[in-house]
């Protein structure tokens, strides 16, 4: 019933950019952290980058001045602006929502999207 819609991924050279968008809806009654995981076969699965309801950001050392995360709270919506791309960026990235399903319950639930591709190679 909660729905996470990706988009954005792609092939895409050395060097350019890429913007991964993931709109949240169903039944979510308010959304804590929106952000992007990406994994690659038989590694575990890395955070790229988070953003709380705050505005508060946390990303990985790897991502640090070349990709940026924003959310528009009233689309629940997430994006990533993803610049400078290099190989080792490869992967399926995945739409992460941490969230309330009820106003009477402050429980957080995990939401994850089916995975978006993104490929950078000449």
């Known amino acids: 019933q909660v729905q996470l819609v990706e988009s954005g991924g792609g092939l895409v050279q050395p060097g350019g950019s890429l913007r991964l968008s993931c709109a949240a809806s169903?039944?979510?009654?308010?959304?804590?952290?929106m952000g992007w995981y990406r994994q690659v076969p038989w590694k575990e699965r890395e955070l790229v980058a988070t953003?709380?309801?705050?505005?508060?950001?946390n990303s990985a050392d790897s991502v640090k001045g070349r990709f940026t995360i924003s959310r528009d709270n009233a689309k629940n919506t997430v994006l990533l602006q993803m610049n400078s791309l290099k190989p080792e960026d490869t992967a399926v990235y995945y739409c992460?929502?941490?969230?309330?399903?009820?106003?009477?319950?402050?429980?957080?639930?995990?939401?994850w999207g089916q995975g978006t591709q993104v490929t950078v190679s000449a």
């Open positions: 992460y929502v941490q969230g309330r399903r009820t106003a009477w319950s402050y429980q957080q639930y995990d939401y």
């Open positions: 169903g039944s979510i009654f308010s959304i804590n952290v």
């Open positions: 953003i709380t309801s705050g505005g508060n950001t």
